[in-house]
């Protein structure tokens, strides 16, 4: 039972020592970099802000028919 515990911290030690590894930048370059995403990418679910969304070809073509006929 204590080579049971033993080695499952020993694994737990290893996984944190990975993490500790891991890259890491300073929470103000993360926050630069979200505002600078935020503020380049368009979408178009605010339309107050980026206008109206580009032609939509999966939109329904108004005028046009879609030839199904429902019995």
């Known amino acids: 039972m204590s080579e ?42 605010l339309p107050s802000i980026w206008g109206p969304p580009p032609h939509d070809p999966f939109a329904s073509q108004a005028g046009g028919g879609c030839g199904c006929s429902v019995m």
Request: include cysteine; aromatic fraction near 4%.
């Open 4 to 45: 049971h515990k033993l080695r499952k911290i020993i694994e737990h030690n290893n996984r944190l020592k990975e993490q500790l590894e891991l890259p890491r930048i300073p929470m103000s370059q993360a926050c630069e970099s979200l505002i600078s995403f935020t503020q380049s990418t368009k979408d178009y679910l």
